[in-house]
């Protein structure tokens, strides 16, 4: 009886360990947290393309620098609650795929502050067929504990299928005593 249980135990175990080990935790945040946020018209853009940028949580009154990739675009100047917005051209010579707008500046809270965003720039065959395309890309945003479940589920009929045949042989025991 004590060999099932410990067995019992055991298996029992060896269905939490994945979830431990597989377990991340949350990453150290920073403080005070940015407040400074970039934002744009639109995320797919073409070369030559003049696009609106929108920034907030910087300095008020103070210059932002914008750059595409490291390549300066302009600047834009706060209000004085620390926001505004301008126009950027894409450069003409710009490539196919992903590329990250950036703002860099000082921060409503103080500090430097560099918020990005990403743009995408799709190919010359992408072009024609983006509505189509990007309509059926979902983000992914979750993980994936699908077999974490299966782990858990197999580890539970293993332990019901043991407490059953435990019960089963005591039940036995005692009716061949009686």
């Known amino acids: 009886m004590r060999r099932l249980a410990k067995l019992a135990v055991l298996v029992g175990a060896l269905a939490v360990a994945p979830v431990a080990v597989l ?8 403080y005070p ?21 929108s920034i907030s949580g910087f ?43 950036s703002a860099s500046g000082t921060s409503f809270v103080g500090g430097d502050c560099d918020p990005s965003t990403t743009l995408t720039v799709p190919g010359a065959a992408a072009a024609g067929a983006r509505g189509a395309a990007a309509a059926g890309n979902l983000a992914f945003t979750g993980s994936d504990t699908l077999p ?10 293993i332990g019901a299928a043991l407490m059953m045949g435990l019960r089963r042989r ?9």
Do not use: K
Request: charged share 5%; hydrophobic share 35%; aromatic share 2%.
């Open 23 to 30: 377990s991340v935790g949350a990453g150290a945040q920073t």
């Open 33 to 53: 947290p940015s407040t400074c946020t970039v934002g744009t018209s639109q995320v797919t853009v073409s070369p030559g393309q003049t696009i609106t940028v």
């Open 59 to 101: 300095a008020p009154s103070t210059q932002v620098n914008l750059a595409l990739d490291g390549q300066a675009l302009g600047s834009i100047t706060t209000d004085a609650s620390g926001a505004g917005s301008g126009t950027v051209t894409i450069p003409s010579n710009i490539t196919p795929g992903t590329h990250t707008l």
């Open 148 to 157: 974490l479940v299966w782990i858990g589920i197999a580890a539970l009929t």
């Open 170 to 178: 005591a039940n036995t025991r005692r009716h061949i005593e009686a």
